[in-house]
Structure formats: structure tokens, C-alpha cells
């Protein structure tokens, strides 16, 4: 069965500090990995990862997907309390469109 | 503004009611998706519909019915829903290419509508 594991569930840093957010998957059919951020509403679309070992960068936001370990990781530098959210990762089939969401990793930036 | 719009984005019904969750996307896409999210769970995949064809249905109860009369509609009918349904309903598109499996392309979301049964 398809799934996508994120860790931590929750954590809770300080202005400033810099967070590692990890997410594994099992997915058979893999094309792409997915970051979201969710602040209350809908999920805003942060990156997305086909290639091993490319790192993509948006500001202080930072990814990077390993395809044959399965595993992606989010960086933020410098956090801010406006980085306060849950953090989506997905997994993207090649079959019509599927995504696979993992639980969400809920950042809490305080300052 | 995503781009994709969803109404009521607050909804109440009992049990016994029927009413209508509305999406519309205006980014030219012509995949659309609806995704339940219940508290503390993640997101759950609902249907998905690729050039008006619904293409999954992910064992989704019949009190939930698609509906994607063109690409840049979907409704979801809800008909004597449970108080276990309450929860977020999220509309989102994508790019498709028909005959094609999958594109890799990004999904964008609408704001959801929250539903609670009572």
C-alpha cells in the first residue's frame, strides 16, 4: 500500500533557528514529491521534486529529494513566526494524477 | 486567490439534507480533484476527474457523488451525510494530458469549504 511518512508530527523552535522537516515515501508509480505549506486553509504550493539530488531553493525555503533512499527533506533558515504551519509533503503517481498526502509535520515558530 | 474558487466556503446540514459543495478553477486546467480533510488525518484523495472523465474514486461512500459537467467545474452532492463527514472539503486542478499517464504537474488548490454535519 502507497504511503508517505513525515517526522516530526509537530515542533516548536525559536525565531531564528534553522528546522530540518523529513518525509519518506513508498509509492509504487513515483513521478514527483510535493511540499505544501498549510496555514488554516487550503494548502499553498511550495516545491516540486522529480530529479535526485537538485536542490530547489525559494528564499529561505529549501528541498531536496533522494529517489533511491525515497526520502525528501525541507529546510527553513532563519524561521520566522510567519513559517507557523503545517508542512505537506505528497507523493505524485504517474497514474492519472494520484497524490499521496503524508500526516503533516505542524511547525510552531515562536518568538 | 489561487485561481480556483470553491463555494459556500462554511456549510452546516443535517442528516437528512442535500446540498451541494461548487468548484470552479479559472487557470485553464483540466484535472480536478476533491480531497477530504478531517482533523488530524492527512489529506484523503476523494475523485478525480481528467478531462471531464471522473478516473478514481477512492472507495469514496455513495452519499458523496461527483459531479464534472467541463473542465473548469466540479461539484460534490452530499446526500444524508454522517456527523463523521464534517470536515474539509478541498477542490484543486491541475494540468492533465489525455491518454497520457500523469503530467508531474503541480495541483493548485481552492480555499475548501468546511462542512459539519449535525
Known amino acids: 500500500e502507497d504511503k508517505v511518512v513525515q517526522s516530526p508530527l509537530s515542533l516548536v523552535v525559536h525565531e531564528g533557528d534553522t528546522v530540518t522537516l523529513n518525509c519518506s515515501y513508498e509509492?509504487?508509480?513515483?513521478?514527483?514529491l510535493l511540499w505544501y505549506k498549510q496555514e488554516k486553509k487550503a494548502p499553498t504550493f511550495l516545491f516540486m521534486l522529480t530529479s535526485s539530488g537538485i536542490e530547489k531553493k525559494s528564499g529561505r525555503l529549501s528541498s531536496i529529494l533522494d529517489k533511491k533512499e525515497l526520502f525528501s527533506i525541507l529546510n527553513i533558515t532563519a524561521t520566522q513566526t510567519g513559517d507557523s504551519a503545517v508542512y505537506l509533503c505528497?507523493?505524485?503517481?504517474?497514474?492519472?494524477?494520484?497524490?499521496?498526502f503524508g500526516p503533516g509535520t505542524s511547525l510552531s515558530v515562536i518568538p | 486567490e489561487t485561481g480556483v474558487t470553491q463555494t459556500p466556503r462554511h456549510l452546516v446540514m443535517g442528516m437528512t439534507n442535500k446540498k451541494s459543495l461548487k468548484c470552479e478553477q479559472h487557470l485553464g486546467h483540466n484535472a480536478m480533484y476533491w480531497y477530504k480533510q478531517s482533523a488530524k488525518k492527512p489529506l484523503e484523495l476523494m475523485f478525480v476527474y481528467n478531462f471531464k472523465e471522473q478516473t478514481e474514486n477512492n472507495s469514496v461512500p455513495s452519499r458523496f457523488s461527483p459531479e464534472c459537467p467541463n473542465s473548469s467545474h466540479l461539484f460534490l452532492h452530499l446526500h444524508t451525510l454522517q456527523p463523521e463527514d464534517s470536515a474539509l472539503y478541498l477542490c484543486?486542478?491541475?494540468?492533465?494530458?489525455?491518454?497520457?499517464?500523469?503530467?508531474?504537474?503541480?495541483?493548485?488548490f481552492g480555499e475548501g469549504s468546511w462542512l459539519t454535519v449535525v
Open positions: 505528497a507523493a505524485r503517481k504517474t497514474s492519472y494524477d494520484k497524490v499521496i
Open positions: 484543486a486542478s491541475s494540468h492533465a494530458r489525455r491518454g497520457l499517464s500523469g503530467s508531474g504537474n503541480t495541483i493548485y
Open positions: 509509492v509504487t508509480n513515483f513521478r514527483s
